[in-house]
C-alpha cells in the first residue's frame, strides 16, 4: 500500500510541476501573440501618409515598415518555440518513460543526463529533463522576448510619426513618450530577468 501511495504522490507532483512549467510558457506565447497581432494590425491598418499632401521621409516610413514587421516576426518565433517547449514538457510527462521503452529493462534507472531514456516518475525527474532538454531553449525564448520589447515601443513612438505626419510636435511628443518607456522597461527588464533565471542557477550551483 505505501509503495502505491509513494508512487501516485510521484506521479502527482509531476504533474503539478509539469503544469507550471506549461503555464510559464503559455504566458509568454500569449504575450507574444498580443504583440505580433498588435504590430501585424498597425502594419496593415493604418493608412500611408500622402507623400504629395506632406512632406514625409520615405527612409522613416520604411523603417517604421522593417520594424513591425521585425517585432511581429520575432515574438511569432517566440510564441512557437514557447508552445514547442510547452508541448514536449506534456509529451514527457504523459508518458512513463522519455524513450518510450516499456520494458523491465527500459527502467533500470530513472532519467538523468547519462539515461535519456530512464523512466520520469515524480518532480525531481521533470526537473532534470528541464535542466537537461528545455531550459537554455526557455533562456533564448526570454531573451529574444525581452529584446522584442524595446523595439516594439520605440515602434510605436515612430508610429506617431506616421499617424500625425501634419503636426511635427504630436509626432515628437510620442516618440519622446517611447524613448522614456524603454529606459523605464531597461531598468526593469534586469533585475525581472535575474530573477526568472534564478530558480534554474541555483538548481545547479
Request: aromatic letters at 16%; glycine letters at 6%; proline letters at 4%.
Amino acid at each position: 500500500f505505501w509503495g502505491w501511495e509513494k508512487f501516485w504522490h510521484g506521479v502527482d507532483s509531476k504533474r503539478r510541476y509539469t503544469d507550471e512549467r506549461v503555464r510559464q510558457m503559455t504566458v509568454i506565447a500569449e504575450t507574444s501573440a498580443l504583440i505580433a497581432g498588435f504590430q501585424m494590425i498597425m502594419f496593415y491598418e493604418l493608412p500611408q501618409p500622402s507623400l504629395t499632401e506632406y512632406e514625409f521621409s520615405s527612409v522613416l516610413l520604411a523603417v517604421w515598415g522593417l520594424l513591425c514587421l521585425f517585432v511581429a516576426c520575432t515574438n511569432l518565433c517566440v510564441l512557437f518555440a514557447a508552445m514547442i517547449i510547452a508541448v514536449n514538457m506534456l509529451d514527457a510527462s504523459s508518458h512513463e518513460t522519455v524513450g518510450g521503452a516499456t520494458s523491465p529493462q527500459g527502467r533500470r534507472a530513472p532519467f538523468s543526463r547519462d539515461n535519456p531514456d530512464g523512466f520520469i516518475d515524480d518532480a525531481q525527474g521533470m526537473e532534470i529533463l528541464w535542466q537537461v532538454r528545455h531550459e537554455k531553449r526557455y533562456i533564448q525564448v526570454l531573451n529574444l522576448f525581452a529584446v522584442s520589447i524595446p523595439f516594439f515601443v520605440i515602434n510605436v513612438g515612430i508610429t506617431t510619426f506616421v499617424k500625425f505626419y501634419s503636426s511635427t510636435v504630436s509626432a515628437w511628443f510620442g516618440l519622446s513618450l517611447a524613448i522614456f518607456s524603454v529606459v523605464l522597461w531597461w531598468k526593469f527588464h534586469s533585475p525581472a530577468m535575474e530573477h526568472l533565471r534564478w530558480p534554474s542557477m541555483q538548481g545547479k550551483s
